[in-house]
């Protein structure tokens, strides 16, 4: 029991304390405005401080009607319901309309506003096509599905409108073809026989029109031309369709759809100096009554950045419907203009059907999602909150996932941080979903930064009796002095500021202490404090505070007094760092801290084996935590530091300044642990880096092994002499091989030689050209009988 008694004083104590600090000013306006909780004591006779909170107040003394406080009111002075698109009664998708809010400074005040996407609302559609040689199939593919595209857009919203231009290139070389017969017939010289129409850069056909029909027999009389170079006045073509609202009929409250097709690439700003068009594009519209764009030749090709702000002021939806080889320069363009896609142009042989599928499909990605925006205006702070289940993700200004009809609830929390300028009390700020800012809410803020005493002059006592008989007027209980006069009564004159200092000096302090603490001035006994400075006494520093986010008590999250932060309602700390909410603790997927972690000072505080932004990532659940970049590049820093000059091995964009690491150590061997297992990284030098994350009482703790581990060197020489024998001997065996091959078929070829010689039999009469002998002589010499 005394236990729960001390802390319930000790919270009546800092309640009491906060109070005191938040509460502070010599006036009533100072008072009221310095803090929400506080009120001002007009009471004539009033001892005790004036400001405090209002039941202070009451303890002391005050009556409450001498109470000056401020009310706050908040009045939804137009409040419609939301309705479908009806006959002549427009679609209402915002409720309410106007909403009026009374407040002062610092009080948050908070309202649920509706949203709901109407059923046939007004949907604005431009097709807008390349009308080069090239593109003649696909602007036959269009014409051929005006009926479906009708029809389509038909099941949506019966309240649609269609318009058609088309668009090539400015009529100037080195862009296009000067010469009469190439202003005549821009395709003369192509191999097909055809003839087209004279060259321009952008031409606006058909305003905006319901007939079906009438759009079709323009797209089917489409006219092609050409040019010379391959870049077309694509994006010139697209900021005067755009910015032309009047020319092309345009409806202010419309969803509005741009469909885009070309299979080439675009000029950008610049180019035009090739054909000496100097001047920079002026964003405006330049049609003339036939719907010709008459500033080609004088003004350049418009920028990216131009483009966007055009597309992004008059919110409109681009369709960037391109060829496959020019996809990724227009996705790299629609990165950069708001409100657009990419879409692939389908090739011959298809019909283009995409592009009614893609109309399709564009439209209800616009009626799926809406994102509330408000106008900015100085001095007041507006949050939007999603409060729908229906929405993927709550308490953003985002909504995806909606329906036509379904309603979408949104919190919208105003907090006014400063007094507006002197003379003008309200304030106007518009929300609006995106891209539809004609069905907007206004928003009127009157903010109340002085007390109606100081205000109404019935209640005022003209040279009162109080204030030194008859030197001032008496206001909300003070003294308003004449000029000239001076002190809490009047009772000083400007020729003559007194020499009493006694009540520049706390009672009880020495008569040598520094008069109103040495921050400010003594005049007629009252301290008048320098800036910063506040109190009685100017004893507080307004400015001594801590700082988070180098701003003092986190800037919008608290304000200074007498050295202590006085944080708003959502913010807590000593210096206003620690969020009461729990919007960043929530993951991806909506969970807080992914259900591994509680969430502390606005930050997650994961449970043991669990780290990273949302406890998303398990240390202990097997090598996942080796994937984790951030811890390997701290285990690589540390073991940069032990070996300096082995830097040039490591990775070179790795900067160990600018990590935020845990706690490391480096270590000689790893320690027996079945829960967490070691990581292995390869360097660049071909050496292992080995490293082991686990955890305790949720603290990270890296242990590095303290060497890397590197193969052995290779001996380079021998294996350079084993290869060099190796080789020599493999030359030397190929020779030897190839040495008894040869032998072995030379003496195969030998013997068949041999015996085709001992096949062979020579005769007399094997021979045709051989003849006997026809005489016989015989030497009587050599003859038997004679010897």
């Known amino acids: 029991m005394a236990t729960k008694l001390l802390l319930g004083l000790a919270a009546l104590l800092l309640v009491l304390t906060g109070e005191s600090l938040a509460c502070s000013g010599s006036t009533c306006s100072e008072c009221i405005t310095s803090d929400p909780s506080c009120s001002w004591c007009a009471k004539k006779d009033f001892s005790a401080p004036r400001c405090q909170n209002y039941f202070s107040l009451i303890n002391a003394g005050c009556q409450s009607d001498e109470i000056q406080t401020i009310s706050s009111s908040i009045t939804k002075t137009v409040n419609d319901d939301v309705r479908d698109s009806k006959g002549k009664n427009r679609a209402i998708q915002v409720q309410p309309q106007l909403v009026q809010i009374s407040t002062g400074i610092r009080r948050k005040e908070t309202f649920t506003m509706t949203f709901r996407a109407a059923d046939n609302y007004p949907v604005d559609l431009y097709f807008l096509f390349d009308s080069s040689l090239s593109m003649r199939k696909h602007i036959a593919s269009l014409a051929n599905l005006t009926d479906d595209i009708g029809r389509s857009i038909g099941d949506i919203s019966s309240n649609y409108r269609m318009a058609y231009g088309t668009f090539q290139d400015k009529v100037a070389l080195p862009f296009t073809g000067i010469s009469p017969l190439r202003k005549a017939n821009p395709c003369v010289l192509s191999s097909q026989d055809i003839v087209c129409s004279p060259p321009y850069e952008y031409k606006h056909l058909l305003n905006m029109t319901h007939e079906v029909l009438e759009f079709q027999t323009i797209v089917r009389d489409t006219k092609l031309t050409g040019n010379i170079d391959i870049p077309e006045g694509s994006i010139d073509a697209i900021l005067q369709a755009v ?31 090739l054909a000496g068009i100097v001047f920079p594009n002026d964003m405006k519209c330049h049609l003339n009554s036939a719907g010709d764009y008459v500033m080609e030749l004088q003004q350049d090709y418009p920028s990216i950045s131009q483009l966007t702000e055009v597309v992004d002021k008059h919110e409109v939806h681009i369709i960037f419907t391109v060829t496959d080889n020019q996809r990724p320069l227009y996705s790299e363009l629609s990165l950069r203009v708001p409100q657009s896609t990419v879409e692939l142009l389908a090739d011959e042989g298809t019909g283009n059907k995409n592009i009614k599928e893609i109309i399709e499909k564009k439209y ?8 509330m925006r408000h106008s900015d205006v100085e001095g007041v702070d507006i949050k939007i909150k999603a409060k729908s289940d229906s929405c993927e993700r709550k308490d953003t200004n985002v909504c995806k996932g909606i329906k036509i009809g379904q309603r979408v609830d949104f919190e919208v929390e105003v907090l006014v941080t400063s007094c507006p300028p002197e003379g003008n009390i309200k304030r106007t700020v518009e929300i609006y979903p995106g891209s539809l800012s004609k069905d907007k809410m206004i928003l009127e803020i009157e903010t109340h930064c002085e007390c109606k005493c100081a205000l109404d002059e019935n209640t005022w006592d003209k040279n009162s009796d109080v204030c030194n008989n008859g030197n001032g007027t008496l206001k909300c209980g003070q003294c308003d002095c004449n000029a000239g006069r001076f002190g809490q009564t009047c009772e000083c004159d400007i020729t003559d500021t007194g020499t009493d200092t006694s009540g520049c000096i706390p009672k009880g302090s020495n008569s040598t202490d520094a008069e109103c603490s040495g921050a400010g001035t003594c005049v007629c006994g009252v301290c008048q404090c320098d800036e910063d400075f506040s109190g009685p006494y100017c004893e507080c520093n307004d400015k001594s505070c801590g700082t988070f986010q180098r701003q003092l ?34 993951s991806l997927d909506g969970k807080l801290c992914s259900d591994q972690g509680t969430c ?48 040039g091995d490591f990775k070179d964009i790795l900067d160990c300044s600018s990590l ?5 150590k480096l270590v000689k061997q790893f320690e027996e642990n079945e829960e967490s297992s070691v990581c292995s990284v390869k360097l660049s030098d071909g050496c292992f880096m080995n490293y082991r994350i686990s955890t305790k009482d949720s603290d990270v703790l890296i242990e590095v092994f303290d060497k890397k581990q590197c193969p052995e060197p290779l001996n380079v020489i021998p ?21 008894v091959i040869t032998y072995f078929v030379d003496k195969r070829e030998y013997s068949r030689f041999q015996e085709d010689i001992a096949k062979g039999k020579w005769a007399q009469n094997d021979n045709p050209m051989y003849k006997g002998a026809t005489t016989t002589y015989r030497n009587p010499m050599l003859d038997p009988d004679n010897l």
């Open 553 to 586: 008590c986190g800037g919008v999250r608290g304000r200074c007094r007498c050295g202590q932060c006085v944080c708003e309602p959502e913010y807590s700390g000593p210096t206003c760092g620690c969020s009461t909410l729990n919007t960043t603790c929530l």
């Open 600 to 647: 502390e000072c606005g930050e997650c505080r994961c449970n043991e084996g669990y780290v990273g932004l949302y406890c998303e990532n398990c240390v202990l659940c097997g090598d996942t935590v080796c994937d984790i970049p951030d811890y390997r590049d701290c285990a690589e820093c540390l073991l940069r530091q032990k070996d300096p000059n082995g830097a």
């Open 243 to 273: 910015a032309c609202e009047e020319h092309i009929g345009w409806r202010p409250e419309s969803r509005k759809l741009l469909i885009f097709a070309t299979d080439e690439r675009f000029h950008i700003a610049g180019d035009g100096k």
């Open 364 to 371: 209800k990605e616009m009626i799926s999602e809406v994102t």
């Open 719 to 739: 294996v350079v002499v084993g290869v060099i024998i190796g080789v020599v001997l493999l030359g030397l065996f190929i020779l030897l091989l190839w040495k």
């Open 660 to 664: 935020d690491c845990p706690e490391r």
